[in-house]
């Protein structure tokens, strides 16, 4: 299984990126997938996720400003941010896990199994 994540760079505060991860070697419509991000000198901290079925799950720094959303075809989802602050700024990480479909978002990083190169984010002023 491989996770690639792509879309970081250097973006203005206010501004918006997209991310993007893109998966093989797993069934990627029976997969739940989520963002996390880590700055140097922090913990890994949860971004976005979304279930199988589509229901998707933000944490607090980040609702209302971030979105997932999945394309089951192309095997990619998607992190679209916005209003870009220096918090913002971290190494975004691509994950991933073989769910049943009653299964929800997770936050928790451990709840998944594959897990791909970052992608990183600098947001200046």
């Known amino acids: 299984v491989q996770l690639q994540a792509f879309g970081g760079g250097l973006v203005q505060v206010g501004g918006f990126l997209r991310l993007s991860c893109a998966a093989s070697g797993l069934t990627f419509s029976r997969a739940a997938m989520g963002w996390f991000r880590q700055a140097p000198g922090k913990e890994r901290e949860f971004v976005c996720a979304i279930s199988r079925s589509g229901t998707t799950s933000c944490g607090d720094s980040v609702k209302g400003r971030f979105t997932i959303s999945r394309d089951n075809v192309k095997k990619i989802v998607h992190l679209q941010m916005t209003n870009l602050t220096h918090e913002d700024t971290a190494n975004y990480y691509c994950?991933?896990?073989?769910?049943?479909?009653?299964?929800?978002?997770?936050?928790?990083?451990?709840?998944?199994?594959?897990w791909g190169q970052g992608t990183k984010v600098t947001v200046s002023s």
């Open positions: 994950e991933g896990r073989s769910t049943i479909l009653s299964v929800g978002p997770s936050s928790v990083p451990t709840d998944y199994t594959y």
